[in-house]
C-alpha cells in the first residue's frame, strides 16, 4: 500500500488555524470523513460518507478496514496533534504505520503554554479522557510542571481538589477555548482553581515554582564530619559537588 489513496489520512484541525487548500479539498472529496460532530461541521460542503465517532471505536476500525480494502479515500478529522492521546494513537494499535499519514496540526498543549508564555520541554504531558482522575493525581507525585486534558467529569476542579489532598497547592492555569475569539486564561492556585467552573474546551496546566537547590550540605566544615585524619580538603568536596549538580 504505497499510493495515498490506499492509505488512511488522520488531518488535524486547530481552531482558529487556517488549513491549506490542497487539505481541505482532501477532505471535500475523501469518500469517507469520519470525526467527532464538531470536527464534521467544519466542511459542510464534504461530499462523502460521514461517520460520527464515539464511543464507536470498534465499527470505527471495521469501516476503515474496508475502506482500505475497497480502496477508497478515507480521512480522520482530529484534534491538534492526532498522536497527542488522540484518534491517531487508537488508529495506530490497528493500523500499521504506511497504512496510516498522519498530518497534525498545532495541539492544545503546545497552545496553552504558548498563550502562557512558558517553556514546556520539561512538562509531563497527561490526560483524562478514559481514565480515573485518581490515576492522573498519581503520576504527579510529587508535583511537576505538566498539562492535563480534562474531560466532563475529571473537570479542573476535581483534579485541583484531588492535587490539593495528595501534594498541596501551587500555581496553575486553566487555559479555555484555544485559538478561538473566546480564549481565556485563567491564573490561580490550585485552591482557588477548584472553586471554579471551565469550558468544557481546556487545558489545566501545573506551573509548581521549582524548589531552590539544597546547598546546607555544599561546604560542611571538617570538624561535621566523622573521619580519622583522612580527609578531603573543603575546597575540594566542595568543586566536586559541583560539578556533580552540574
Not at 112 to 126: I, M, N, S, T, V
Not at 232 to 242: C, D, F, K, Q
Request: proline share 6%; glycine share 8%; aromatic share 4%.
Amino acid at each position: 500500500m504505497n499510493s495515498l489513496l490506499s492509505r488512511i489520512t488522520v488531518l488535524g484541525i486547530a481552531d482558529g488555524e487556517p488549513m491549506a487548500l490542497a487539505l481541505r479539498d482532501r477532505v471535500v472529496m475523501a469518500e469517507l470523513i469520519a470525526g467527532g460532530a464538531r470536527h464534521l461541521a467544519h466542511f459542510p460542503d464534504a461530499r462523502g460518507e460521514r461517520f460520527v465517532i464515539g464511543n464507536n471505536i470498534a465499527e470505527l476500525v471495521a469501516r476503515l478496514r474496508g475502506a482500505l480494502a475497497g480502496d477508497e479515500s478515507a480521512v480522520v478529522l482530529a484534534s491538534g496533534d492526532p498522536l497527542l492521546y488522540g484518534i491517531g494513537a487508537t488508529l495506530r494499535r490497528h493500523f500499521a504505520a504506511e497504512q496510516l499519514e498522519i498530518i497534525p496540526a498545532v495541539s492544545s498543549v503546545q497552545r496553552a503554554f504558548a498563550a502562557l508564555g512558558e517553556p514546556w520541554h520539561d512538562a509531563l504531558l497527561l490526560t483524562a479522557h478514559g481514565r480515573p482522575g485518581e490515576a492522573v493525581i498519581a503520576a504527579l507525585t510529587p508535583l511537576r510542571k505538566a498539562a492535563i486534558l480534562t474531560d466532563a467529569i475529571d473537570t479542573p476542579a476535581r483534579l485541583a481538589g484531588l492535587l490539593l489532598n495528595a501534594n498541596g497547592d501551587c500555581p496553575a492555569a486553566v487555559c479555555e477555548r484555544l485559538g478561538t475569539p473566546e480564549q481565556r486564561l485563567r491564573r490561580g492556585t490550585l485552591s482557588e482553581i477548584a472553586h471554579q467552573t471551565f469550558d468544557p474546551l481546556n487545558v489545566m496546566v501545573l506551573l509548581p515554582e521549582a524548589s531552590p537547590p539544597d546547598d546546607s550540605a555544599f561546604g560542611v566544615p571538617d570538624e561535621a564530619l566523622e573521619h580519622d585524619g583522612l580527609i578531603t580538603h573543603l575546597e575540594v568536596r566542595a568543586v566536586s559537588i559541583a560539578y556533580l549538580r552540574g
